[in-house]
């Protein structure tokens, strides 16, 4: 089987070790980007699926998401957008996400290094 390869679009250190660790413990190859700018030349280059923020540095995950979905080599591959948003702006967040073609939106918060890879693996089965 292929190893599927992920973008990781996210600016949190830890976060980043801990994701890092628990997807190659699963056969992943997680490719990081730290800025939008990153994560859109690093998704030219390919991608099974990306794990995209929303607050990042430069370019913010909304732009990002759009900017990869008009881009006819990046627009089929799935995005996940993350959040640490929770409040009254999430509604719209995720219609937006939703509205600008990401298949899940997920507050980081609620889901476990763990479980993050188990709802990739469903998206990529």
């Not at 949190?12 to 980007?33: C, G, H, V, W």
């Not at 591959?77 to 009254?88: A, D, F, K, W």
């Amino acid at each position: 089987m292929k190893t599927k390869k992920v973008l990781l679009v996210e600016d949190e250190p830890l976060l980043i070790d801990l994701y890092q660790e628990r997807f190659s413990e699963e056969d992943f190859k997680l490719e990081i980007a730290r800025d939008g700018n990153e994560a859109l030349k690093k998704a030219d280059l390919g991608a099974d699926l990306i794990l995209l923020d929303i607050l990042l540095p430069g370019i913010n995950g909304f732009e990002v998401l759009r900017r990869l979905k008009r881009n006819l080599d990046t627009r089929d591959i799935p995005v996940i957008v993350l959040t640490n948003l929770g409040s009254e702006q999430s509604d719209s967040d995720k219609q937006l996400a939703f509205s600008l073609g990401a298949v899940d939106y997920l507050v980081k918060s609620y889901h476990t290094p763990d479980e993050m890879v188990e709802i990739v693996n469903k998206r990529l089965a």
